[in-house]
């Protein structure tokens, strides 16, 4: 799969959030990396950031964006088809918004989203 096909898959990924919930996201962007970093080279995503239910008075005053970013090449190599891939790069862009919502990864597995 391309780059430009896979930067497709995570935007219609995006644009099956719920607007209710995508409007309740603050200061997030969300890119794509080829590879994942060095220490963790099977994953497939990575919120980088301050949760939601974490944010306070402090956290406004100069504040860099949160960064959810999505690896292309360990989703390719995880998944065999194209179908597959657009369905875990789902899987993965609501992992990740879950994590900027404060939701941990014990309670996305509990939720089946893990």
Do not use: K
Not at 31 to 57: C, F, I, K, S
């Amino acid at each position: 799969m391309s780059r430009e096909d896979f930067e497709s898959a995570v935007a219609q990924a995006l644009d099956l959030i719920p607007e209710e919930l995508a409007r309740m996201m603050s200061n997030v962007v969300v890119l794509v990396e080829d590879e994942a970093p060095a220490n963790e080279p099977d994953l497939l995503g990575l919120y980088d950031g301050t949760p939601l239910t974490e944010r306070d008075g402090w956290w406004a005053a100069g504040s860099l964006p949160d960064r959810i970013t999505i690896f292309r090449n360990p989703t390719l190599g995880f998944c065999e088809t194209p179908e597959e891939v657009v369905e875990e790069v789902q899987v993965t862009v609501v992992h990740e918004i879950a994590h900027h919502f404060g939701i941990d990864d014990d309670r996305l597995h509990e939720l089946g989203w893990g």
